[in-house]
């Protein structure tokens, strides 16, 4: 009897996170950057991450009305000169903007700032990943760095920075992480879903 009002509890619970959620969430189809320069943006991601570019359009501009403040929460006469999207292995996808903006400012942030970012990619061996990106000049920062504790062990981490200085990481966890253990969601798996 106490098993089953367990399970009622949970699957209640479950249904009333679910009914506060956004309706018809599947999950992150892709992360929007804004880069100072797309041929440099297009060619990191394609010759040192790896990724593929999709698909390229632009640009978008209303030089009469509030159409780019009303949609995009920019500058109404802000001028998206172009979006590439990179499809990146079958993890979500990067989509990078070149706007112009006569507001338009360069952050020079850290991981530490609120509103800070940076996009972590899953790597099969991370010290080869730190080998070639020292030997194409790439920042990177200490690391490769094993996490042996906590929710985390069994990973290990990598910070480095694109030339423009977008924050990045590379991850591993080949045997997955502890947490997994105790039967929570997991965050996301390297194998590949053809296969």
């Not at 892709?30 to 632009?58: E, K, N, R, W, Y």
């Not at 099969?124 to 000049?137: P, Q, R, S, T, V």
Request: glycine share 10%.
């Amino acid at each position: 009897m106490k098993r089953l009002s367990l399970a009622g509890a949970a699957i209640a619970l479950s249904l009333t996170s679910s009914q506060a959620a956004m309706p018809g969430l599947r999950g992150h189809d892709h992360t929007g950057i804004t880069v100072p320069d797309m041929d440099q943006a297009v060619t990191f991601f394609t010759d040192i991450l790896g990724c593929q570019m999709a698909m390229s359009f632009g640009p978008f501009a209303d030089d009469k009305g509030t159409f780019m403040k009303d949609l995009l929460g920019v500058d109404p006469k802000a001028v998206i000169e172009k979006i590439t999207m990179m499809r990146c292995g079958f993890g979500s996808n990067v989509e990078l903007f070149k706007y112009k903006a006569p507001d338009q400012r360069s952050l020079d942030q850290k991981n530490s700032d609120i509103g800070a970012f940076h996009i972590a990619f899953y790597v099969d061996d991370i010290k080869a990943a730190k080998a070639f990106l020292d030997e194409k000049g790439i920042a990177t920062r200490m690391g490769p760095l094993p996490v042996d504790h906590g929710p985390a062990a069994g990973q290990a981490i990598l910070y480095f920075q694109s030339p423009w200085g977008l924050q990045l990481e590379a991850i591993t966890y080949p045997n997955g992480m502890a947490y997994e253990k105790d039967g929570g969601p997991v965050l996301w798996s390297p194998k590949d879903p053809a296969k």
